[in-house]
T-cell receptor
């Protein structure tokens, strides 16, 4: 399967701990997006990369959140000093071309539970 | 700023019934519009999209949507639903930034 993959699928952590999630996009895609989704809501944009450059960040992305895409391939999203409000599904998506005409392909998500 | 409103949060239908899910957006410029679907236990996947041209867009599995610019709407329709259409449906709009804003979703349950 050559779709978007995310790891881990589930993460349970205690408040105050740091967590890191990984996303592997479809190999030929140069755009990568991170979203957060809570129960009963649609995905909310967090940040996106074109190749290794982080081009846009939502104001939802507090300074406890950091994302990287060091070689323009996989990406990591780190949350430091987790809070219970960080509990959510974190989705990654990738797309292949610039502009809005390209379809975003979503991964299965990482479900984070902060106790 | 762009925003999306989905009017129906929960819809329950019997098989063979017709479906229409409402979606209204707010954005002052040219938009690109999407419907995504999430079947139970599966990833979000694109159902259909509108960028330009014919405002009636046909997607997978017999779904279609009509872009009505004057009403800022992009409603999703299917003439006859099946049990397998049970899923969460999300409307999304992308304006100048090309970053889509999603609605909160509509949960559709189809009874056999």
């Amino acid at each position: 399967d050559t779709g978007v993959s995310q790891d881990p699928r589930h993460k349970i952590t205690k408040r105050g701990q740091n967590v890191t999630f990984r996303c592997d996009p479809i190999s030929e895609h140069n755009r990568l997006y991170w979203y957060r989704q809570t129960l009963g809501q649609g995905p909310e944009f967090l940040t996106y990369f074109q190749n290794e450059a982080q081009l846009e960040k939502s104001r939802l992305l507090s300074d406890r959140f950091s994302a990287e895409r060091p070689k323009g391939s996989f990406s990591t999203l780190e949350i430091q000093r987790t809070e219970q409000g960080d509990s959510a599904m974190y989705l990654c998506a990738s797309s292949g071309r610039q502009g809005s005409t390209d379809t975003q392909y979503f991964g299965p998500g990482t479900r984070l539970t902060v106790l | 700023a762009q925003s999306v409103s989905q009017h129906n949060h929960h819809v329950i239908l019997s098989e063979a019934a017709s479906l229409e899910l409402g979606c209204n957006y707010s954005y002052g410029g040219t938009v690109n519009l999407f419907w995504y679907v999430q079947y139970p236990g599966q990833h979000l996947q694109l159902l259909l999209k509108y960028f330009s041209g014919d405002p009636l867009v046909k997607g997978i599995k017999g779904f279609e949507a009509e872009f009505i610019k004057s009403k800022f709407s992009f409603n999703l329709r299917k003439p006859s639903v099946q049990w397998s259409d049970t899923a969460e449906y999300f409307c999304a709009v992308a304006g100048g930034s090309y970053i889509p804003t999603f609605g909160r979703g509509t949960s559709l349950i189809v009874h056999p």
